[in-house]
């Protein structure tokens, strides 16, 4: 069915299901963030970033960019997958609310981060950044057309937070001074933001189903976990969290569903053996990630090298892959999908790869249960 006359139909309940309406994010005005401390938790201790915070970048990069980013959504659409994209603001502008103040917003490009698709619902979740707290308004012709075009749609929005100075905790910054540091306190599970109200981007949530896993680390907090657990009455949500990751945000570089009963693990961010368990009681596979092909990110980028296996599948059969990334590719292709190569590097800093820079609104299928054997107390 050609894009123009499908009816606008919002549900979505995992990673894999056949993939027929999404939102890819834009480049344009995208901003390199202020140092504000969620921000100063997570950028790079050796970046570039640190020196250029609160500036523009170059209008160079970003039509880069946005090269690849439209070329993503043509791969798509003629794959008869309908695209929108969303309304960027001019994030040069200094934000306040009556609490706090940053020097300018940050960027549209991923909007993984911020809409939370569960069925026909789609949550702007609160996030943990100052800079992106006015991240939904980019979003927000989307999803009053989405309203008005499906009379089943649920359209939500979790308590913003106020992110006073009480919801980061005081000296993280100099105990957290070098990556040993930082490995230490995610052992821990001390990050950076307190448990003073609910905190969470979307894109810490893996979707499987009945039951939804949630990153508890940098940008969600227990208490954001516990909100989403109460607003999914009918899903059981896990809290999951990744010990070896120095800056663990956003759980798609991290732990990727593939299809029913596989997954892939960052092999440096490997899942506690305990987490693991609901995985092999319900006969699925937890793999290892392919190596990145990359030493380092590409310049001013605040991801890692593992953006290779942040991977949208457009169905159980077939999966979008950074194109530079042959070692992701092998390994999709040897465990048995249809690989399509996206060239993908030049939008990385602008706020992750292809699945960061994609939102769900409609995958064909239902919620189905596929952790029926669960594990008391995860
Ligand atoms: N959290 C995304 C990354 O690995 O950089």
């Known amino acids: 069915m050609g894009e123009e006359k499908q009816k606008t139909i919002v549900n979505s309940w995992n990673e894999w299901d056949p993939l027929k309406h999404i939102i890819v994010g834009k480049a344009d005005n995208c901003m390199i963030p202020p140092l504000e401390p969620a921000v100063d938790a ?11 915070a609160g ?19 043509d791969t798509l659409r003629k794959r008869g997958i309908r695209v929108d994209r969303p309304a960027p603001l001019d994030f040069s502008q200094p ?23 569960v069925g026909n619902e789609i949550l702007e979740a609160t996030m943990s950044y100052r800079c992106r707290w006015f991240d939904y308004l980019c979003y927000r012709d989307l999803l009053n057309k989405y309203f008005e075009e499906d009379p089943n749609m649920k359209w939500e929005a979790a308590p913003k937070p106020r992110l006073t100075d009480a919801t980061y905790k005081p000296g993280y910054k100099e105990r957290s001074r070098t990556e040993e540091d930082k490995l230490r306190l995610v052992a821990a599970k001390d990050f950076i933001t307190t448990e003073v109200e609910p905190l969470f981007d979307a894109a810490e949530v893996m979707r499987c189903g009945k ?26 949500v896990h809290a999951v969290n990744f010990p070896g990751d120095p800056y663990p945000i956003h759980i798609d570089a991290t ?41 380092e990110p590409p310049p001013l980028c605040y991801s890692s090298v593992w953006l290779s296996m942040n991977v949208l599948i ?7 892959v950074e194109a530079s990334e042959v070692y992701q590719q092998e390994q999709l292709d040897k465990l ?26 409609y995958r064909e299928g239902k919620c189905e249960d596929y952790f029926p054997k669960q594990i008391e107390g995860f």
């Open 314 to 320: 457009i169905d159980p059969r077939t999966v979008c």
């Open 211 to 236: 039951d939804l896993f949630v990153q508890h680390g940098m940008t969600a907090n227990l208490k954001g976990i516990e909100w989403i657990r109460r607003h999914f009455p009918n899903h059981r």
């Open 95 to 117: 934000v306040q609310t009556p609490d706090w103040k940053v020097e300018c917003m940050f960027t549209c490009m991923p909007p993984r981060d911020i809409l939370l698709t």
């Open 255 to 295: 732990l990727v569903p593939l299809r029913p009963g596989l997954a892939m693990n960052n092999p440096y961010r490997a899942l506690p053996e305990e987490q693991r368990q609901i995985f092999y009681k319900n006969d699925w596979e937890i793999v290892d990630a392919a190596k990145p092909a990359h030493d």
């Open 42 to 52: 997570k950028v790079p201790l050796d970046s570039e970033m640190r020196r250029l």
């Open 336 to 361: 048995g999908f249809e690989v399509i190569p996206v060239p993908f590097r030049d939008a990385y800093p602008f706020g992750g790869g292809l699945h960061c820079a994609t939102a769900d609104v």
């Open 55 to 73: 500036t523009r970048r170059s209008q160079e990069s970003v039509d880069r960019a946005n090269t690849q980013l439209d070329n993503f959504c």
